[in-house]
């Protein structure tokens, strides 16, 4: 059905209004077409024939103003009766191998009449409520002023503000001004209105809010935090991160790029990635949850040592790398994992986790069989979850370089591929790396790997297998030695770990059984087992990593919990899928429309 008035007409296709019209763009005639899910315009030449075409899914138009506008770097209005423009996202390569930059487009068109430019306005807003359901009205930001270049407020109230001004998203923003404020506020204040929590900083401040609100959403679910065995209920906030810190290993994980006004789009446009997440406990207490690294040996001596050197700012990592590769040293321990399924996926099979991974959408069906269903999405989970553990534990003992677990690929700028090329952000496992010990210029070669495309698991020294769950521990004589070595640590020393114990946790009473009883033989984790490159006597153990920060304990249980947050996110972009993607979606469109014509 269709109808014709001054020019315009008008489609009927099911319950999708399609609305065309001639537009003008800087004096240049275009076929502007509202159909479907685009919205496209063909820029037309003095016979009235197709020269090139501009589509954009309506899900990725961000706003629709009327009158002459622009937002970025500074917001200006000129108010016209026969113009309006149209911001939507704009996609850039970065000039690297990862991800996709995307950009504020904006194009103003201008009507033959204030009535066609109202009919124009009205329509793009009702397809952006119709095709974009799960865009966020109210937004909780926290802004953490002191990570990286301390330039979060700068970042958020210059690039990210005028955007969600622009969506029409009301944020309620806090400026943190001490440590785990932001877990604290997601802990104990309510949360009612809001559609999810942004973090402006770095990976310290995403675990904030991490923390915060799984142990918020177990807590209203009854469920005890500190039970190794109970199946955890997953987030029902998303959570945005905009880059403001020193380290954004998340960010770049999940987006394929470093970039505040990219993740803003992504918020704003409402895209959801899910994202698995380890816990980790020492005997029947909750240590930590950790997405990116659970790293013991030399990533732990790394971050351990570079504590040490916190005026150096980001130097010290590489200055502590350094230290410690020189220092040659290698661990005992025992490492029992339960592998999982390996039909469903290898971390040896060469795949990447892009947007619209398939071994992640098969998982997502996997776990959560009934999803469609709200009220069975935990109890399908629970016995998703349950049915999974069974298996048999494979124990291995020996001496380490490293043991690493990480639920993403763990890339970052200097290593684009990762720790783990092929490891997915939401299939429900994660991948466990042994590296065993070997001479020092092996183990430079396995480090050097990480920043090429070489595979660093081809190395006669090195293990990697897809688990769901890891525990660590001590070889009996290591423990003893373990222990006297770390009796002769100070009162100090104790206290001080005992702290980041109850400052990590996230659950208020964490704080309080830290503070109420004395450590345990494996909480007494020396403070200062580095003893530097000279040193003459190597320490019995290291001390684990769980995303930048070091845990109070030595020998662990670690669990994947599968999805169980998510982040306003679509995982790496691939440009060419992406284009292709793009040229199918069209055909099919012009295909539907062309239909609706005859």
């Known amino acids: 059905m269709s109808f014709v008035r001054k020019g315009e007409r008008y489609f009927r296709m099911e319950s999708d209004l399609t609305l065309e019209s001639s537009l003008w763009v800087e004096n240049k005639r275009y076929r502007a077409v509202l159909t479907g899910w685009h919205f496209r315009w063909t820029e037309l030449d003095k016979k009235n024939r197709d020269k090139r075409t501009i589509s954009v899914p309506v899900s990725e138009v961000v706003g629709v103003e009327e009158g002459r506008v622009e937002i970025l770097p500074q917001k200006s209005v000129e108010d016209t009766d026969k113009d309006f423009t149209v911001f939507y996202v704009k996609r850039c390569s970065n000039g690297g191998s990862h991800g996709l930059l995307w950009r504020l487009g904006r194009t103003q068109f201008s009507c033959l009449s204030r009535v066609l430019r109202d009919q124009w306005t009205k329509h793009l807003k009702a397809a952006l409520k119709t095709h974009s359901p799960l865009r966020p009205k109210r937004l909780l930001v926290f802004i953490n002023p002191f990570g990286g270049k301390k330039k979060g407020r700068e970042i958020y109230h210059s690039l990210v503000s005028p955007l969600f001004e622009l969506a029409g998203i009301s944020s309620h923003v806090i400026v943190t001004e001490r440590a785990n404020q932001a877990r604290d506020h997601l802990l104990k204040k309510d949360l009612t209105g809001f559609n999810g929590v942004v973090c402006v900083g770095g990976d310290g401040m995403f675990s904030e809010i991490l923390h915060g609100l799984i142990g918020r ?21 998303h959570i945005g991160i905009i880059p403001a810190g020193s380290t954004d290993c998340v960010c770049f994980a999940t987006v394929g790029v470093i970039d505040p006004v990219t993740s803003a789009l992504h918020i704003i446009i409402g895209d959801s990635q899910p994202l698995d997440v380890c816990s980790v406990h020492q005997t029947s207490a909750l240590v930590r949850y950790s997405v990116s690294l659970l790293g013991y040996g030399f990533y732990g001596d790394v971050l ?10 980001p130097l010290r990592y590489d200055y502590s790398g350094t230290v410690v590769y020189l220092s040659n040293r290698s661990y005992a321990g025992v490492v029992q994992y339960l592998p999982a399924d390996p039909v469903l996926s290898s971390p040896r099979d060469r795949t990447r986790c892009l947007a619209g991974c398939s071994v992640c959408s098969r998982s997502t069906e996997r776990l959560f069989p009934n999803s469609s269903d709200s009220g069975s999405l935990y109890s399908s989970y629970h016995s998703q979850y349950n049915n999974d553990s069974e298996g048999e534990w494979v124990s291995v003992e020996g001496r380490f370089r490293c043991v690493s677990l990480t639920c993403m690929s763990s890339s970052n700028p200097r290593s684009p591929l990762g720790l783990s090329p092929s490891a997915h952000l939401a299939d429900g496992t994660g991948d466990l790396i042994l590296v065993w010990d070997t001479h020092p210029l092996g183990f430079l070669k396995f480090l050097y790997r990480h920043t090429s495309s070489q595979d660093q698991f081809d190395l006669p020294f090195v293990e990697v297998h897809r688990v769901k769950a ?14 006297a070595e770390r009796e002769g640590q100070s009162n100090d020393e104790e206290r001080g770990y005992t702290d980041t114990a109850s400052r990590n946790g996230s659950q208020q009473h964490l704080a309080e059984k830290g503070a109420a009883r004395e450590p345990t033989k494996r909480q007494k984790t020396a403070n200062s087992f580095l003893c530097g490159v000279c040193c003459s006597k190597a320490p019995a153990v290291s001390v684990w990593n769980c995303d930048g920060e070091i845990l109070p304990s030595t020998e662990i249980l670690s669990r994947v919990h599968g999805q169980l947050v998510r982040l306003y996110a679509r995982g790496i972009e691939d440009g060419a899928a992406v284009q292709d993607y793009r040229e199918e979606s069209d055909k099919r469109e012009r295909s539907c429309y062309g239909t609706s014509l005859n």
């Open 304 to 313: 351990a040592e570079s504590e040490k050197h916190r005026w150096m700012g």
């Open 217 to 237: 959403t177990q807590q209203e679910a009854g469920l005890c935090e500190d039970d190794p065995t109970v199946t955890l209920q997953p987030c029902p906030l």
């Open 470 to 483: 890891v525990r660590f521990s001590l070889p009996p004589d290591k423990e003893e030695d373990s222990f």
